[in-house]
């Protein structure tokens, strides 16, 4: 037979002061799309904005990855000083064309 049982069950325990606490290896990794990385986003961020750049990334990917770029994308729309457009877009394959052109348009 089959054994489907799991030592936790996956979940995302958000205390009162907003911690946040996953249980068991998925919520861990959903954990860190709601908490990336300070380091990873500071930096990309800095990078991106240095070399006048953007990104525009497919759904599927990492969250991990997913978590920075959102976090990033956050900051930068905090300071975006002459930009109509995010200079990170996270879609899916028919959109991301779009946001490519876009930020082009906008001197990316």
């Known amino acids: 037979t089959y054994d489907q049982s799991v030592e936790v069950f996956p979940s995302i325990v958000i205390g ?3 911690s946040i606490e996953p249980q068991g290896s998925f919520a861990e990794a ?11 986003v500071s930096t990309l961020s800095a990078k ?4 006048n750049m953007g990104v525009v990334a ?3 990917m990492d969250v991990e990855l997913q978590g920075v770029l ?10 975006a000083e002459g930009q109509t457009h995010a200079r990170v ?5 028919l959109a991301m064309g779009d946001f490519a052109v ?3 348009e906008d001197g990316a």
């Open 89 to 93: 877009a996270i879609a899916d394959s």
């Open 48 to 51: 991106l904005t240095e070399a």
């Open 70 to 79: 959102t976090a990033v994308r956050e900051e930068q729309s905090k300071s």
């Open 16 to 18: 009162s002061g907003g």
């Open 30 to 40: 959903q954990a860190q799309f709601l908490e990336p990385d300070p380091e990873a």
């Open 58 to 60: 497919h759904y599927y």
């Open 102 to 104: 876009k930020m082009c």
